[in-house]
């Protein structure tokens, strides 16, 4: 009798204990929960409370294009400026990718190491460090601001947003990653058609066809042409583009179509690929001959009619000239 006594209070000891500790767990998560509520009703009023520092950014947004595979690094920073730069408990500093909810790397000076979240665990450099000569850079608030990638690619392209906040408000920067890849392959040609016109009738024309392979991002192609004797670069009419997408690239095909009767001789046709934000501008050249088909004109003359046939201006005028005689 007296042992179930004694295991029947063991019992009741452990379960005042259970009880402690799950009050424990609700007061402490009730503890969290306000103090991230109060954080970000300040955040969000901007009300200013007594000694605590506000911050504000220190530079502008920037626009950073590298090539796939070429570069070690991209280092975007993010300077901003303290109240009181001794002063930094409540400062944290967090990155965030395109338009993810959760943030990609977050630093809070005063109580956590750097740390590298999501995908981007293997990708952002924890250890980096701002450069002793840059703005603020050796101060303990400051030092683990910039995002460093490395070795950057085509997957890393977009937007990249710093958010510093303090108990007090909070300040955003904007930075745009373009890691691009050349084409693989710009090929262009030409092929002689007949097509119905509505004036012409059925008639000769040429079919202008660019095929661009493996780039990235989306890239920009223009068809245009230029007469070989001389003349004006012009972009061709009626331009169709079909893009396509796979294994982290682009291919487009570019067509358009032109009447021989539109070409005054031996003509130059260029595919222009370009990707926006960058320098890359890729050209290929091809030359087309249009057919010499028979081009009528009737002059009426005195004493008759004098047609002529894809003649020379000069000769043409000779001609009015003996049949006015």
């Known amino acids: 009798m007296g042992q179930q006594q004694q295991q029947q209070q063991q019992g009741e000891e452990d379960n005042n204990t259970n009880k402690k500790k799950k009050m424990m767990v609700v007061v402490r998560s ?3 929960l306000t103090w991230t509520l109060i954080h970000t009703l300040v955040l969000m009023s901007g009300l200013c409370c007594v000694g605590v520092m506000g911050v504000e950014m220190a ?19 993010c300077p901003f400026t303290l109240e009181d730069e001794d002063r930094f408990e409540d400062l944290v500093i967090k990155w965030y990718h395109n338009e993810e909810p959760q943030p990609i790397y977050q630093w809070i000076p005063a109580s956590m190491p ?8 293997d990708v952002v450099d924890e250890g980096y460090l ?11 608030a400051h030092k683990h601001r910039a995002l460093r990638l490395l070795n950057p690619t085509t997957d890393l392209t977009g937007e990249y947003r710093c958010q510093v906040s303090s108990f007090n408000n909070y ?23 007949e097509v119905n016109d509505i004036d012409a009738g059925q008639t000769k024309a040429v079919e202008v066809m660019c095929m661009v392979s493996d780039v990235f991002p989306q890239p920009t192609v223009t068809l245009t042409h230029t007469l070989v004797s001389g003349g004006h670069s012009q972009e061709l009419r009626g331009i169709h583009r079909r893009f396509s997408s796979g294994q982290g690239s682009y291919s487009a095909q570019v067509q358009a179509e032109m009447l021989d009767t539109e070409l005054e001789g031996l003509t130059e ?13 890729v050209t290929q050249r091809t030359l087309y001959q249009p057919s010499m088909e ?11 009619s004098v047609v002529i ?14 049949g006015a005689l």
């Open 30 to 32: 009730r503890v969290s």
């Open 59 to 77: 530079g502008r947004g920037t626009l950073v294009a590298v090539e796939n595979g070429t570069v070690e690094a991209v280092v975007l920073d």
């Open 114 to 121: 750097p740390q590298a979240l999501g995908r981007f665990v």
């Open 130 to 140: 701002i450069e002793e000569g840059t703005s603020e850079g050796s101060t303990e």
């Open 171 to 193: 300040r955003t920067m904007m930075h745009h990653l373009v890691v691009y890849r050349k084409p693989e392959e710009v090929n262009l040609w030409t092929k002689e058609i």
């Open 269 to 281: 046709f260029h595919c222009h690929v370009s990707i926006n934000n960058t320098d890359v501008r």
């Open 294 to 304: 028979e081009r009528t004109e009737a002059v009426t003359a005195r004493g008759g």
């Open 309 to 322: 046939t894809a003649l020379p201006a000069s000769l043409v005028l000779m001609l009015l000239v003996l």
